[in-house]
């Protein structure tokens, strides 16, 4: 069984900067792309940045030159930094790892508000 477990969330003041990570465990060969999600109140669940196993990135136009994300292979364990924080990052966090099917994360908030 696969899980992913992510840490990191919180609140913090706009302009601010916080680090997500999502360690994923259990049985597997290899993770092939990871990548973060994030569902805002009433909105749907949008891509925010994947990596493939290879270190290739994609970002939403809404936080490029703000985000980055990075994966330890090794470890099996993606990161989200997150710079130059907005009330409009406010939402919901999801880890999603793609082996041989796509597993997700609980979810962590990301709360940005003065």
């Known amino acids: 069984q696969v899980r992913l477990v992510e840490s990191g969330g919180g609140l913090v003041q706009p302009g601010g900067s916080l680090r997500l990570s999502c360690a994923v465990s259990?049985?597997?060969?290899?993770?092939?792309?990871m990548g973060w999600y994030r569902r805002a109140p009433g909105k749907q669940r949008e891509l925010v940045a994947t990596i493939t196993s290879g270190g290739n990135t994609e970002y939403a136009d809404s936080v490029k030159g703000r985000f980055t994300i990075s994966r330890d292979n090794a470890n099996d364990t993606v990161y989200l930094q997150m710079n130059s924080l907005k009330p409009e990052d406010t939402a919901v966090y999801y880890c999603?790892?793609?082996?041989?099917?796509?597993?997700w994360g609980q979810g962590t908030q990301v709360t940005v508000s003065s």
């Open positions: 259990g049985s597997f060969f290899s993770i092939n792309a």
């Open positions: 999603h790892a793609r082996i041989t099917f796509n597993y």
